[in-house]
């Protein structure tokens, strides 16, 4: 039997990440779950107006998105509890800088993307930046055979409902091949 949830946002786990932007010279980073991937090489971040890394964003056009692994999760809630206003969040991380010279990345994060700001969607409490990925950074610790290996990485997972993180279990099957099985033909 069903059990209607009214209009309950149910696509979690979500990955939670730290996104990085340059805020009044400072690298700043605030914690966000709610990203999505549009295509192969963007992706989208909501962040409510009244966030601080907001306006760095906006200055300097890019950001990056960092991946934490597990052993972050204290660092990472943290950067979610508390304002760049107040305290300078920067001196939790080493950070690194690409190509785009303003996007300021994590070196703890096993996994990097600096990204172009592309687009600003204005929605009334939250703003959408929409960047291109204009580069990857992995740490080659996390990697099986040339490709990121998640299972090393131990991304942070988001549930809303329980207001909780949680760890990536094991693989299921393999996409693009578990449904062969079923095509007639």
């Not at 209009?7 to 979690?12: D, E, V």
């Amino acid at each position: 039997m069903k059990v209607e949830l009214g209009n309950t946002f149910c696509l979690y786990p979500m990955p939670t990440v730290l996104v990085g932007a340059t805020v009044n010279g400072k690298a700043n980073y605030i914690t966000i779950a709610h990203l999505g991937v549009l295509g192969m090489s963007s992706l989208a971040i909501s962040m409510a107006k009244a966030h601080y890394t907001n306006a760095g964003i906006r200055e300097h056009r890019c950001f990056s998105v960092n991946i934490p692994s597990a052993e972050l999760v204290a660092k990472t809630d943290y950067c979610g509890l508390v304002s760049g206003r107040e305290v300078d969040k920067g001196i939790l991380f080493e950070t690194f800088y690409g190509s785009l010279q303003r996007a300021p990345m994590i070196t703890e994060c096993p996994i990097n993307m600096e990204c172009r700001l592309n687009e600003i969607i204005d929605f009334p409490r939250h703003d959408i930046f929409i960047g291109e990925v204009a580069a990857t950074y992995c740490d080659e610790a996390v990697m099986t055979d040339g490709v990121v290996d998640f299972a090393k990485v131990r991304p942070i997972l988001f549930v809303m409902n329980d207001k909780s993180y949680w760890k990536l279990g094991e693989r299921l099957a393999k996409a693009w091949d578990v449904g062969k099985a079923l095509k007639k033909g």
